[in-house]
C-alpha cells in the first residue's frame, strides 16, 4: 500500500494562479509562495458578493488511537461537491510543526483525500507559525526587558501570565527559571513554554476579522499583574504595533487545493482541546464568499472542536453551518465499546453497540443547536456489514441517517452519497439556538457544556477557579464565552474513560483569561499545552535525497 | 529628510521574475514569494556557466555608533556598476530580527542605494532564519528527550554545548533552568539561548555547497559529550535527515533587487563578531556565475569579517576575490581618533589623523593577502573637503586609493568614480595568500590572526582554552580553521580601545568546536551570543495601519 507521502508526491498538481483565478480571485488578490501556495488578500472584490455560501461543519466523536479520519472525510466530501458539479471549497486548520517531528500522522488528509503541497503545508507552509512564534516571543522579551528596565509598569514577576512559546513538542521547556547569570542577563523568575499554537496571539489571529481588529485585539491581551493586582495589558507595554507588523501577513488566508483540485483555505491552527480549535474567521468566510458549499472542520471531537465553533466562533462568524456532519469509524467505536487496539478487525457487534454511545452522545449535543445532522461512517476494509447496518440503526433514534464513505482509497468518489445528502440537508430550514447567552453567569455556561454537551452531571470549582471567578466578575470579565481545556480523549476529563461516561463531574482548576481572544479558558484535569516527544519520535524516520526527495514524513 | 522606509516604500519596484530573466534564470529555476521576491533552485542550468565574474569584497575600519554604511556602499557600487552598463550584481547576508525590534538601523543599505523590498526583509523575509530556529530548537528538544528516554547515549547533562536559540534580543533567556516540574517534564539542567544566527546551523547553511553537504555537515555536529568524554553528535541522535528536510528551503538564496533594479541576492546571516559573518557559498558563488561582477560583503569591520571571509570562506568558495573595498567615515574616523559623537559635525583634521590609524590597520591586513585594496569613504553631509582630502593623502602610503561616495543620496550616481576604480582595479593580477595553511598550530593560526591583522602583540590562552587546545589534539580537532569571537568595535578585545591600539594580547577564554561548520570558534573578552533589549526598544515606535503602511520601521 502507498504512504500519504507517496500518493502525494506522484498526485499532478495545478498552478495554484490557476485555482485562484478559477473562483474569481485576480491577479493583485494573491500573493503566490511558490508555484502552489498562495495568500490571499485581505480585501479582495468578491468580499462584496452578498449571498454566501453553505456552510457545512464537520466533526467527530471522540478521537481514539484507531484513527478516525475526519480532515480526510472533510477533503472527501468537499471533492464529492465539486465531482457533483457544485463550487465547494474546503476551511481547514494549519498544522503544526511540533507534532510532525514527535508522532507520525498530518493534518492535510490522507490517501486520496488529501490536501496538496501536503510536505509543505506540514513543514513551513507560507511561515504564519514562525510569525506567531516570532510575535509571542518578542511579547515575552519585551516584558522581560520592562522588568530590568527599572519595572516602569511595577509589573509582579511571580504574577506573569504571559509565557513563551515554540512550535516544537519540548516537555523540557515547560518548566524553566529565566533571568539567571547576574544583573545584565534579565531579573529572575518563573517561565515556561507552550506550543506556539497555545498561544493567545494564535486564538486571536483565527478571531480576527480585519488588521485593525487583530490590532486592538493585541493590545487588550493581559500579560500579568502588578504588585497591586491590577491587569498590565500590551498597550501598556507599547507594542500592539509591532506585534501585528509582525503578523500581517500571517493574516493573510492560505489557499491550496487537494488532489482533485477543490480550492482549500488552510489557515489558522489553534488546539481544540486548549484553544477554540477552528480555522480562522477570514479562512471560513472567505470560503463562503468564494464558493457555494464551504466544508469546514472543528478540531478533535464534537465536545471541544464543535462546542467551542458553534458557541465561540459563529457568532463573530456571523453564519451558522447549514449541516454537522459527524464522523465515526467503526474501529474507533469498537474500542469506545472496550475492545483492545489488537483486536479491531475482528467483527464485534455487542461493542460496537456499547461504543456507539459516544456517537449517540454527540448527536444530541449537536442535535440540540437546531442544525440538520449527518453521519459519515469512514469506512475501513475489516469493517462489516454487519458493523456498518448496526451504526446506520441506532443513528436513526436521534432523526439522523449515517452514509459510508470511502474517500482514503477513492477520494471524492468514495464520498458520493454523501455529498448528496449534504445537499439536500443544507437547504433544509435550520433554527441556530446558541448554548448560552453571553450575560449568562460563568458557572451556568460551565454547567450548560457539561451537561447538555457532555452529558455529564455538573461543573465543580477547586478555590483558586472560584476565587478567579470573584475577581472576573469584578473586572466584567465575566461575560465572555468559556473556552473548556479538557482531554480530547473523553467526553469527561479523565482520558481514559471511553465511551459515553455518565455523572461524571468535571473539575475546573483554574482559569485563564484571554482578554485578547476574548474567552475564559477553564482548565480542567491535567491538559498539557506543551507536548513531549515519544521514544521513537517521528524526526527518526524523515530523510531526504540528494534530489530533495522527503521519505519518512507520514 | 525622507526616511529609509519612506524611501523603499516610494520606489518602484519590477516584478521579480522580470528580473530574474533579465539575469538568465528560467522559469522552473525561480520559487517566487509574493511578487517582489524569489528563491533560486540550487542547480539552475547557469551554473554550468564556466567563467566566474569578477569579486569585489566590501568590508571597512571597525565600526562605530557614527556610522559607516558598509552596506549602503556595497549597494551604491553595484548600482554604479550596472549605470556603467555593466553586468553586476550583489550577495549580501540576511537581516536578524532581534535587533530590529531592539535597536533602530536595518541591514539593507539606506537612502537611494538600498534593496528591496525593504520591510520584508528585516522582517520574516522567506522564512530561513524561521527554518534554522526550528531545526536548532527541534536539535535541542531530541536531545533532552533522550536524556529523558533512558538516556541511551549516555549523555552527561553537565557537558551539553548545544544551546537553544531565537531570532529575538532576549537577554532573560542567556542563561536558564530546563526541565523543572518533575519527572514527566524532563531532566533538570543549565541550558541558555543564543541568538539564532550564533546557531551552528547558520555557519553550516551558509558554508554548504549543496543539499548532501548540508546533511553531512548537520550529522558532523558535536552536541556534547558522554561521561566519558566522548564527543556526541546530531548522527548518533538520528536527525541529520530530518533537520536537513527542515532546511530544504531555506539552503536556495533568495533573489530580489535594488531600487535601481540591480539584481542582488541575500542569503545567510551570522554574525561576524560570533560566526564567519558572511552571505552563504551558495549565494557568492551564484552571483558570480550570474554577473560579470559580484559586489559582497564581510560583516563588521575587516579584522571579523574581512579575516574570516578570506580565510574560512575563500577556501570552500574556490574563488578569491579580485578587489577588496575598505569602507570608511570622516565622522567614524574621528571618533576613533577621540571625537565625542555631539562633536562629529565639526571639522578636525588632528583628530581624524590619529583616527586614520585605524583604517592604516585594515589597509596593512588586507593588503596582506595579496589582493588590490581600494578605499571608499561614505560622505556625510558636514565632511569637509580638507577632511576628504586628509583621508586621501592618508591612504596613498598603503598602494591605495580613495573615492569619494554619495550613494545614500545618489545612489549609483553617487558612485561612479568609485565603480571605475573597480573596473580597472579587478583586472589587475593579484597574487591571494591565504594567512595560514589548515596543518598549522592553532595557536601559530591565533598569533598571525592577532598580529597580521589586529596589529597586537600576541594570543594568550586561559588555562580552559589551553586543555581544550590540548584535546582537539588528540581529537584530530586543531587542523580546522579558526573564528575570533571578538567585539567588532575594537582592533583588541576591549571594545573601548578605538583607533589602532598596539602592543595588545588578545586573551582566548575558551573554544567552542564546531564541527559541523568545520571551525573552531575562540572566545574573548565578554562577548555576548545573545543581545539585549535597549530601554527603549525600536518595537515601541513600530507600528501599521488599516492599509497595511507600516512606520517605524528605520
Known sequence: MQTDIEIAQAAEIKPITEIASNIGLKAHEIVPYGYDKTKIALDPSVSRKKDLGKLILVTSINPTPAGEGKSTVTVGLADALQLAGRKAMIALREPSLGPVMGMKGGATGGGYAQVLPMADINLH????????????????????NSLQQGNPLNIDPRRILWKRVLDINDRALRHVSIGMGGPTSGVPREDGFDITVASELMAILTLSTDLMDLKERIARIVVGYTYEKEPVTVKELGVAGALTVLLKDAIKPNLVQTIAHTPAIIHGGPFANIAQGTNSILATKTALQLADYAVTEAGFGADLGGEKFLDVKVPLLGKTPDTIVVVATVRALKHHGGVALADLNTENVDALATGLKNLGQHLTAMGRYGVPVVVAINRFTADTETELQTIKDYVRQFGATAYTTEVWAKGGA??????????????????????????????????????????????????????????????????LPIIMAKTQYSLSDNAKQLGAPKDFIITVREFVPKLGAGFLVAMTGNILTMPGLPKHPAAFDIDIDEHGVITGLF
Open 125 to 144: 507552509f507560507t511561515g504564519d507559525f514562525h510569525a506567531l512564534t516570532s510575535a509571542h516571543d518578542t511579547l515575552a522579551a519585551i516584558l522581560d
Open 414 to 479: 468514495g464520498a458520493q452519497e454523501l455529498a448528496s445528502a449534504v445537499i439536500e440537508t443544507v437547504e433544509q430550514e435550520s433554527d441556530f439556538t446558541p448554548l448560552y447567552q453571553p450575560e449568562d453567569e460563568a458557572v451556568d455556561k460551565l454547567n450548560a457544556i457539561v451537561q447538555t454537551i457532555y452529558g455529564g452531571k455538573k461543573i465543580a470549582l477547586e478555590p483558586k477557579a472560584q476565587k478567579q471567578l470573584a475577581e472576573f466578575k469584578q473586572r466584567g470579565w465575566d461575560k
